[in-house]
């Protein structure tokens, strides 16, 4: 499942960061919207509040005024259907409690469970119980670190210990993002993305690196880097999962969606008379598109309450409904209209069937599709949410089948090779096996020295 985590650390106790992590979960809304959590720290305890439903459900002024502390964990994630019982922040319970909270997956759960007798589903949960084990005479940072040997898989992580400790981890591969800035030499803050550092008045300092090891008390944060690093980023990060807004290994994603917007202008051009995007990701590519065509680009939609991602909505009935309440055309804008609609991906296919059947009831003349990625043909195996192959529509038919199937009079994908070129990234250092179904090879991870 995807999510977005959220750290705090601040160097004086009179500090309380409840509300600064609750800010900074509502600015990563976008990576997860079915649960919100928060772990708090404060004089020797943990403190925690979590649930279903969107930020602003969870925690209300009532609500977030019952937890305090001057360090804490917080976290948004989007669970599947058949999601466990545990939401994040995952409490864990031994010599002293901790709180874990983690974008990515553990490949190897199943020789862990056997290895450590763990009989859990939670993947959080089984890497306390292995912590729990590392921890007992060592040093909390380097308890970690022989945890993290044990894992097979891709994660960025914050752990919140109640002696008092934040630890913060990314995989070797640097799959998820993970970043670190602060609020002067008061806080210091980490982020799944630099968007929720901004929006809290937060500094964004770095990216942590792919196997980097952070650890942040009142008195120090110490770094340490043990893993050989393998970057394999994920490219879909930079296509739709990001927002518009953050930087992502250093570069602007409003660029690479600019970039993105013109190649696809160049590889699939069409006449017509208005260029669209679908909100909120594809705005910029339409902009972009729109910039290399000459076509004009005009604002079609218009959304009604939240603003939700209809493609990792958990039901059917929720993603139908999500785009009728997110996509309203405005009839003014497009009737009697050659209109190009230009989405970042296309994964069932019902957002876009929704989309070319409203367009057409409000008069447009063609609707042309293009899409600013490639076909997705498989699944996630390292978190992303992304369904099951059987749903996947790019993966049963061609471009021109499912112009038929959403009604349009004609689509078209991305390539995979301008994709990459417009991420900035060597091909080598992406993971892309949503669009290929060839994924690199995570292993546990190997020592630096």
């Known amino acids: 499942m995807t999510s977005g985590i959220f750290a705090?650390?601040?160097f004086d106790k009179l500090w309380n960061v409840s509300r600064f992590i609750y800010y900074g979960l509502l600015g990563l809304q976008h990576r997860g919207q079915e649960t919100a959590g928060i772990c708090l720290y404060r004089d020797g305890k943990l403190s925690w509040l979590k649930g279903r439903g969107f930020v602003d459900v969870v925690f209300n002024e009532r609500t977030i005024g019952k937890i305090s502390g001057y360090a804490g964990i917080g976290c948004v994630s989007s669970l599947e259907e058949d999601?466990?019982?545990?939401?994040?922040?995952?409490?864990?319970?031994?010599?002293?409690?901790?709180?874990?909270?983690?974008?990515?997956?553990?490949l190897n759960m199943s020789e862990?469970?056997?290895?450590?007798?763990?009989?859990?589903t939670s993947q959080e949960l089984a890497l306390l119980n292995i912590f729990a084990r590392k921890l007992k005479g060592n040093d909390p940072m380097y308890a970690l670190v022989e945890t993290l040997e044990e894992i097979q898989g891709v994660y960025s992580l914050a752990m919140l210990l109640e002696s008092g400790e934040l630890l913060v981890a990314r995989d070797p591969y640097g799959l998820r993002p993970l970043c670190i800035g602060g609020l002067g030499f008061d806080l210091g803050t980490v982020s799944s993305e630099t968007c929720a550092l901004e929006v809290t008045g937060n500094s964004y300092s770095r990216m942590i690196s792919p196997g980097e090891v952070t650890?942040?008390?009142?008195?120090?944060?110490?770094?340490?880097?043990?893993?050989?690093?393998?970057?394999?980023?994920?490219?879909?990060?930079?296509?739709?999962?990001?927002?518009?807004?953050?930087?992502i290994e250093n570069i602007p994603v409003y660029k690479i969606r600019l970039r993105i917007g013109r190649y696809l202008a160049n590889e699939n051009p069409v006449d017509a008379d208005i260029v669209l995007g679908v909100p909120q990701t594809a705005l910029s590519y339409a902009v972009g598109y729109s910039m290399e065509t000459g076509?004009?680009?005009?604002?079609?939609?218009?959304?009604?309450?939240?603003?939700?991602?209809?493609?990792?909505?958990?039901?059917?009935?929720?993603?139908?409904?999500?785009?009728?309440?997110?996509?309203?055309?405005?009839?003014?804008a497009i009737t009697g209209k050659r209109v190009v609609v230009i989405d970042d991906s296309v994964v069932r296919g019902t957002t876009l069937k929704n989309i070319v059947y409203m367009l057409r009831r409000k008069g447009a003349k063609e609707v042309h599709v293009r899409i600013g990625s490639p076909h997705i043909?498989?699944?996630?195996?390292?978190?992303?949410?992304?369904?099951?192959?059987?749903?996947?529509?790019?993966?049963?038919?061609?471009?021109?089948?499912?112009?038929?199937?959403?009604?349009?009079?004609?689509?078209?994908?991305?390539?995979?090779?301008?994709?990459?070129?417009?991420?900035?990234?060597?091909?080598?250092?992406?993971?892309?096996?949503?669009?290929?179904?060839?994924?690199?090879?995570?292993?546990?991870?190997?020592?630096?020295?």
């Not at 994040?88 to 319970?93: A, Y």
């Not at 340490?224 to 879909?236: A, L, T």
Request: glycine share 6%; charged share 25%; net charge positive.
């Open 112 to 120: 862990i469970r056997k290895k450590y007798r763990v009989k859990t």
């Open 295 to 332: 076509i004009p680009y005009g604002i079609g939609f218009v959304s009604t309450g939240r603003v939700t991602r209809s493609a990792i909505r958990p039901t059917e009935i929720e993603r139908i409904i999500g785009v009728q309440l997110k996509l309203n055309p405005i009839r003014e």
């Open 83 to 106: 999601s466990s019982k545990y939401i994040p922040p995952v409490i864990k319970v031994f010599d002293g409690k901790a709180g874990i909270v983690m974008d990515g997956a553990i």
């Open 215 to 247: 650890q942040i008390n009142l008195y120090s944060i110490d770094v340490e880097r043990p893993f050989k690093r393998s970057p394999k980023h994920c490219i879909f990060e930079f296509v739709y999962l990001a927002r518009l807004d953050s930087v």
């Open 377 to 449: 043909i498989a699944q996630c195996p390292f978190g992303a949410t992304i369904p099951t192959e059987d749903q996947l529509i790019a993966r049963w038919n061609t471009e021109e089948e499912i112009a038929k199937i959403i009604g349009a009079d004609s689509f078209a994908y991305l390539s995979l090779e301008s994709t990459i070129k417009a991420v900035g990234i060597p091909k080598e250092k992406l993971c892309y096996g949503c669009f290929t179904e060839k994924y690199p090879r995570i292993e546990k991870p190997m020592s630096a020295s």
């Open 8 to 10: 705090m650390y601040a």
